[in-house]
């Protein structure tokens, strides 16, 4: 609990000292208030549902299936006038399950997230912003990609990133970032970790569609056990680009040079992000984010000091008709472990998920969910593939 106080405290004095999570959620941020949904009404959905889970342990065998019963609740805010954003969103859900997995010492698990975002146009020239997100939770989150890419245990989550833009002239503008976050499981501290980063951006308006970005970052990671301190160094060009009124991108290539506390290990790798937003009025929306480069090992695995990594995440949403709408994911990452105890790893991952939801009596709706998860190893017992089935009932206010 010291620790969990610990991390919150951090992440919060981030917030304080300055006053969409860290990973894949922090590529192609604008810095804009058009990330922003103009207007939100305060909403609150309770929702409860049923489903199946083939492999809840993620076992190289999946015989111990359970069938299990999940009840949440989600708010959502948002807000803004011409000189301020802000959005709000929280939730939790606890997920019981009838049969006990084996190996998780307990057949209930909780998960809860707080995200809050705040833009403010101080005068024509500055503008500062600040991006907040925590969560307590079990499933490895790939749409993140900081946890483990397997089930290891409970885990905290925190994240803040405070930035203030400030525009030269019309075409040459300059952004400054200050991001925090870090992750504590309550029994692996091998995995326990927290990373300060800093960055500026150098950004030119090439026209009216095209912005050309030039950006170093600088980031620390300090290990709660492990010996697996490190310094980060990044050099990195790219775009933004206003592909269509409905479709944007951004794109950062370059390079990070890696140091260890320990001397060893110090290398040069590429890296690599990628963002392609699309949002249609509120009937589809799109987002497919991509990134190449170094990730903190799994010590609980590997033991290995470098994993270089290339994660690709796509959403998509789309309401048919008034009554009926579907979403979807998929993920993918490939991972090569160096240097580690039992040697050199290649890892790949796929995950899909499909849902759809009817409206069938003003704020009622019908919800049905399929999930799958395929985890490749050189590595046997890291092995699993996993299906999960839900069908449930929500009410909106």
């Not at 409905?246 to 790798?269: C, F, H, K, P």
């Not at 270089?308 to 993918?332: A, D, E, N, P, W």
């Not at 890892?347 to 049905?368: H, K, P, V």
């Amino acid at each position: 609990m010291k620790k969990k106080i610990t991390l919150i405290s951090a992440v919060m004095l981030g917030l304080v000292a300055g006053s969409s999570a860290q990973g894949l959620l922090s590529i192609g941020q604008f810095g804009g208030s058009d990330d922003f949904e103009s207007r939100l009404p305060f909403t609150t959905t309770i929702g409860v549902d049923f489903g199946w889970d083939s492999n809840p342990t993620n076992a190289p065998s999946d015989e111990s299936d359970s069938s299990y019963t999940r009840v949440g609740i989600n708010t959502a805010y948002a807000n803004g006038s011409r000189t301020t954003n802000f959005r709000l969103n929280a939730g939790f859900s606890t997920i019981y399950y009838f049969d006990e997995p084996p190996g998780l010492g307990d057949d209930t698990f909780y998960t809860a997230r707080v995200g809050f975002d705040v833009h403010h146009r101080v005068n024509r020239r500055l503008t500062v912003g600040d991006s907040f997100y925590i969560s307590y939770e079990i499933e490895p989150d790939n749409a993140i990609g900081t946890s483990a890419s397997r089930r290891l245990d409970q885990y905290l989550y925190g994240y803040n990133s405070l930035w203030a833009s400030y525009a030269w002239s019309r075409r040459v503008s300059t952004v400054g970032r200050y991001t925090i976050y870090g992750i504590d499981y309550d029994d692996f501290d091998a995995e326990d970790r927290l990373t300060h980063t800093i960055s500026g951006e150098l950004r030119y308006v090439l026209n009216r569609l095209t912005t050309l970005v030039g950006e170093y970052r600088y980031a620390i990671t300090d290990y709660e056990t492990a010996d697996y301190d490190h310094d980060s160094h990044y050099f990195l060009v790219g775009a933004d680009h206003q592909l269509s009124p409905d479709l944007r991108g951004t794109w950062r290539v370059g390079a990070e040079y890696r140091q260890y506390d320990s001397g060893t290990g110090d290398e040069w790798r590429p890296y690599l992000e990628t963002s392609l937003r699309y949002a249609l009025a509120e009937r589809t929306s799109l987002v497919w984010f991509n990134r190449l480069g170094y990730e903190d090992s799994e010590l609980s695995f590997a033991s290995s000091e470098t994993r270089f990594t290339f994660r690709s995440s796509l959403s998509v949403q789309h309401q048919i008709t008034k009554r009926l709408r579907t979403h979807g994911g998929i993920s993918y990452t490939h991972d090569e472990y160096e240097g580690g105890v039992i040697g050199d790893v290649s890892e790949d991952a796929i995950s899909l998920s499909l849902g759809i939801g009817y409206r069938i009596w003003t704020n009622w709706d019908l919800n049905a969910g399929y999930h799958f998860t395929y985890h490749n190893s050189d590595t046997d017992f890291r092995e699993y593939d996993r299906h999960r089935i839900s069908a449930g009932l929500s009410v909106t206010f």
